[in-house]
């Protein structure tokens, strides 16, 4: 397989092609909160079906590594993945104009692990609620799943975890509300992966199909209440 120019193992699209599906999936979830807080949701959407692509460039042994053992080499390759990501995009022919918008899918994916409190990737602090999302999202997405070196997490502590330093960025009701949502949307987690993810065409439907079904979801949990 291959995605971006760059081929692609077994190990690579199931650690980064099905957890950026999940992710999009799950951040069309949040379409509503994003709109709420002044985001634009398609962004959102599309930079979480971008957002891990600069793992491509890892060693295979990066993705089953315990964190306790990784060197300061291993650790510059993982804190390097979103700008990787980003020279990636600019270096395929996709029409799309990734620099567009306030904030950009390239913003997005950059400080997609930043936090409010300044301990993120890159020490960024002033945090659009795109990337915001998207951080928590992918947090979510990352602790429910088992990985070589770690089991699952069950959903109450992974919803926790993924929202404990964006509590007083979100306000509490709302950070609580995040939580309550996570938890609803677990089912969605490892749909079947489409190997042409990635291709321009699909980008764009899977953007407007997510975000569909999103807003039925949310009318369904709307009408319920």
Known sequence: ???????????????????????????????????FKGGDPKYAVLAAELHDIGKLKWKDRLFTTP????????????YSHPGDGIEILKNCNFNRNYKSGNPSVYDIIYLHHERPDGKGYYRIT?????????????IFNACIVNRPYKGAMPINVAAKQAT???????????????????????????????RKLFSERNII?????TIQDAKKSNDKIAMAK
């Open 1 to 35: 397989m291959e995605l971006f120019g760059i081929k692609i193992n077994k190990l690579k699209e199931d650690q980064v092609v099905r957890h950026c599906q999940n992710t999009a999936v799950f951040a069309a979830y949040f379409y509503d909160l994003i709109e």
């Open 67 to 78: 964190y306790k053992i990784l060197t300061k080499e291993d650790w510059k390759s993982i």
């Open 126 to 138: 002033d945090i659009p609620i795109e990337a915001a999302m998207l951080h928590i999202v992918d």
């Open 164 to 194: 404990e330093f964006f509590g007083d960025y979100l306000g509490k009701e709302l950070a609580d509300g995040i939580e309550h949502r996570l938890r609803e949307i677990y089912p969605l987690k490892d749909k079947p992966v489409d």
């Open 205 to 209: 439907l899977m953007e407007i199909k």
